[in-house]
């Protein structure tokens, strides 16, 4: 067997589970709607496809796209705030315990409470955006963090050794080392967008997106399009979580050599 051929084995096993996975979820959540589980309210999946085809792109469409800007928005403006403040922690690392701190009670907070507040204040799509940012925040800030104390000490002793100072280390050897574990917070970042933007539609202020057509669908006690609405956000966490994945590979191909070793 040749290392080529070695190396594709565990990427082929993974993928044949995942499908398997999926079948299996199919199968399951089929015999559930069968069984008439929860009062006969699971449709089937072959109902709620057909309930999706019907309401057609005219409904999934525009609703897809807002959320999508909205998660967009929020994944940018809540990864760029944390990676920052990962490397102001690894230039000036007495602001550590402070952002830590910061940080924890961004996670810790419970961010529906704070949707209404900056709905109030701001108005419009902001809560989507803000919640959305908020969910990025704390896993992309340790990620980072910690990719950035990953770099090789010998690295950062030859730079240092030439006169470089904390920028030089950062830069020319920190943030290259840290750009694995950046990018597997940031896969778990982009899930994560979409959820924040969807809990800030529900919150009210605005007319369009994932989260208004589910309190729609729910309200009008129309099951089906509420499992199909929720698999539409489903597709697009999914859909982030497979771009993030894609710029890795192509921005760090070296995790891909060693992940099949």
């Known amino acids: 067997m040749s290392v080529a051929t070695a190396r594709r084995i565990p990427a082929d096993l993974g993928r044949v589970a995942g499908a398997l996975?999926?079948?299996?979820?199919?199968?399951?959540?089929?015999?559930?709607?069968?069984?008439?589980?929860?009062?006969?309210?699971?449709?089937?999946?072959?109902?709620?496809?057909s309930t999706m085809?019907?309401?057609?792109?005219?409904?999934?469409?525009?609703?897809?796209?807002?959320t999508a800007i909205?998660?967009?928005?929020?994944f940018l403006w809540g990864n760029v705030l944390a990676i920052g403040v990962a490397a102001l922690i690894m230039l000036a690392p007495r602001i550590e315990p402070l952002a830590t701190q910061l940080a924890i009670l961004s996670y810790c907070t419970p961010l529906v409470a704070l949707?209404?507040?900056?709905?109030?204040?701001?108005?419009?799509?902001?809560?989507?955006?803000?919640?959305?940012?908020?969910?990025?925040?704390?896993?992309?800030?340790?990620?980072a963090v910690s990719g950035l104390r990953s770099a090789d000490p010998a690295s950062l002793d030859l730079v240092r050794a030439?006169?470089?100072?904390?920028w030089q280390q950062l830069y020319r050897v920190q943030a290259i080392a840290a750009l694995p574990n950046t990018f597997a917070a940031l896969k778990i970042a982009a899930p994560s967008a979409v959820l924040g933007a969807i809990i800030g539609e529900y919150l009210g202020g605005v007319d369009s997106g994932?989260?208004?057509?589910?309190?729609?669908?729910?309200?009008?006690?129309?099951?089906?399009?509420?499992?199909?609405?929720?698999?539409?956000?489903?597709?697009?966490?999914?859909?982030?979580?497979?771009?993030?994945?894609?710029?890795?590979?192509?921005?760090?191909?070296?995790?891909?050599?060693?992940?099949?070793?």
Not at 54 to 66: A, M, R
Not at 120 to 138: I, K, N, W
Not at 162 to 166: I, V
Request: proline share 5%; glycine share 18%; hydrophobic share 50%.
């Open 162 to 166: 030439y006169g470089g100072g904390r």
């Open 53 to 66: 085809w019907s309401d057609g792109w005219g409904l999934y469409g525009p609703n897809f796209q807002v």
């Open 210 to 261: 994932i989260g208004v057509a589910l309190t729609a669908a729910q309200t009008a006690y129309n099951v089906p399009r509420t499992w199909g609405m929720a698999i539409a956000a489903a597709a697009l966490a999914g859909l982030g979580y497979l771009l993030v994945a894609g710029a890795a590979r192509l921005i760090t191909p070296w995790t891909t050599v060693e992940e099949g070793r």
């Open 115 to 143: 949707g209404p507040i900056i709905l109030v204040v701001f108005g419009g799509r902001t809560p989507t955006v803000f919640l959305a940012a908020m969910y990025c925040f704390f896993t992309t800030m340790v990620g």
């Open 70 to 74: 909205g998660a967009l928005q929020g």
């Open 21 to 49: 996975g999926v079948v299996v979820l199919i199968a399951l959540w089929w015999a559930l709607a069968a069984a008439g589980t929860a009062g006969g309210t699971i449709p089937s999946p072959g109902r709620v496809l």
